[in-house]
């Protein structure tokens, strides 16, 4: 089956970039189907980050495309996040994810373990 | 923008009950990218439903959804010791967003 797992820095500090890596098990990217990130706060909610199909194509959350990239490798079958300029609102529980189908509005049905990030200097 | 608004904030109930959990949008969605999840401490959220009454893969039918328009819900129908949890609701409209969501605490 299909499993995700995310990787990267667990500490970064303000003012640089975040950078993770979901590696993809179980299924080839190139095949099809979105992929994205997601975050949580501490004690806090869910926030779509941004999601990708294997052709590149991007969609981001409004609130933070001007700091976000997601880039997809397939020949390394893995897809990641790149968000500039954190600063401690940018602490959370970072999770890659799969679309359940084609359609980037689909629900998201595959998530990894997630993987803590904290800004701090 | 859209809000999505989830009721209510806790909910306190038996195993055995039903629960009721609401999501309102600020604005009309399309019920085919309304989905609920579930997610227990320390772990990642789980698919529930999808299309707004769609059963995930190995999800239960005491789970249901329902709704359409700006009002969706979802339902379980006896809860069991292992269903308590926070839900949160999602849609996506232009941009995917979530709910606040709601926790579901063993009364």
């Known amino acids: 089956q299909v499993q995700l797992q995310e990787s990267g820095p667990g500490l970064v500090k303000p003012s640089e970039t975040l950078s993770l890596t979901c590696a993809v098990s179980g299924y080839s990217i190139s095949s099809g189907y979105y992929w994205g990130w997601i975050r949580q706060p501490p004690g806090k909610g869910l926030e779509w980050i941004g999601s990708i199909y294997h052709s590149g194509t991007t969609y981001y959350n409004p609130s933070l495309k001007s700091r976000v990239t997601i880039s997809v490798d397939t020949s390394q079958n893995q897809f990641s996040l790149n968000l500039s300029s954190v600063t401690a609102a940018d602490t959370a529980v970072y999770y890659c994810v799969k679309v359940r189908s084609g359609d980037y509005r689909d629900a998201f049905h595959i998530w990894g373990q997630g993987t803590m990030v904290t800004v701090s200097s | 923008e859209i809000v999505l608004t989830q009721s209510p904030g806790t909910l306190s109930l038996s195993p055995g009950e039903r629960a009721t959990l609401s999501c309102r949008a600020s604005q009309s969605v399309s019920a085919s990218y309304v989905a609920w999840y579930q997610q227990k401490p320390g772990q990642a959220p789980r698919l529930l439903i999808y299309?707004?009454?769609s059963r995930a893969t190995g999800i239960p039918d005491r789970f249901s959804g329902s709704g359409s328009g700006t009002d969706f819900t979802l339902t379980i129908s006896r809860l069991e010791p292992e269903d308590f949890a926070v839900y949160y609701c999602q849609q996506q409209y232009g941009s995917s967003l979530f709910g606040q969501g709601t926790k579901l605490e063993i009364k």
């Open positions: 299309g707004a009454s």
